[in-house]
């Protein structure tokens, strides 16, 4: 069946450092990768998307690409800040049926 | 853009209590809208996925007896908890669908937290 899977957490990092959040999935077909971001006690946020093979998201400094060759959405960020902190959720979604399917969610924790 | 409301935001309630939890599109029309539920560290898990005018598709091991969704026009899903339990305590999440948009398979409430004595 369809699945994400993504690194575990917590990451730690100090602030200004790179980031990388990997994230691979299993699918038929072609589906859409999306990454939202859940910051303490609320609901769930877009951050970015990529529709289809190469298609590079990137949205606030974050960014990532749809390699279907290696079945991967890795979410990178150059330079991190302590408001980045939050829990980090890399999806997949057909648009037939409309579920989303997530991934366990990786925290993200940056110090000062 | 478009708007999901999620109310109330925080309940603290008594065992055997039943918790209705309203999820409102503000802006747009969702003929789909999905409940979620969250443990703490935590995944999210689909519990349903609420139709306007019809019954809800409940995920396997969901009690639909327990868990009772109302879907009764084109911008309000309820989640009702049937006699809860202090086991039912969790973060509950809705989503609406907007099939008019390109950028975004769905939209998120801020949650609702759930907490059962």
């Known amino acids: 069946g369809n699945s994400v899977t993504q690194m575990e957490g917590p990451v730690t990092l100090s602030e200004e450092a790179f980031l990388t959040i990997n994230c691979t999935y299993t699918a038929t077909g072609y589906p859409s990768l999306f990454w939202y971001v859940q910051y303490p006690g609320e609901g769930l946020q877009l951050l970015l998307k990529a529709t289809k093979a190469d298609d590079k998201g990137s949205n606030k400094g974050f960014e990532a690409t749809y390699r279907k060759e290696t079945t991967s959405f890795h979410l990178e960020k150059g330079s991190v800040q302590v408001s980045d902190s939050a829990v980090y959720f890399c999806a997949l979604f057909y648009n037939q049926g409309g579920k989303l399917i997530f991934g366990q969610g990786t925290e993200l924790s940056v110090k000062p | ?117």
């Open chain 2, 1 to 117: 853009g478009a708007v999901v409301s999620q109310h109330p935001s925080r309940v603290i309630c008594k065992s055997g209590t039943s918790v209705k939890i309203e999820c409102r599109s503000l802006d747009f029309q969702a003929t789909t809208m999905f409940w979620y539920r969250q443990f703490p560290k935590k995944s999210l898990m689909l519990m349903a996925t609420s139709n306007e005018g019809s019954k809800a598709t409940y995920e396997q091991g969901v009690e639909k007896d327990k868990f009772l969704i109302n879907h009764a026009s084109l911008t309000l899903s309820t989640l009702t908890v049937t006699s809860a339990h202090p086991e039912d305590s969790s973060f509950y999440i809705c989503s609406a669908r907007d099939s008019n948009s390109r950028n975004q398979p769905q939209h998120f409430g801020d949650g609702t937290r759930l907490s059962i004595l």
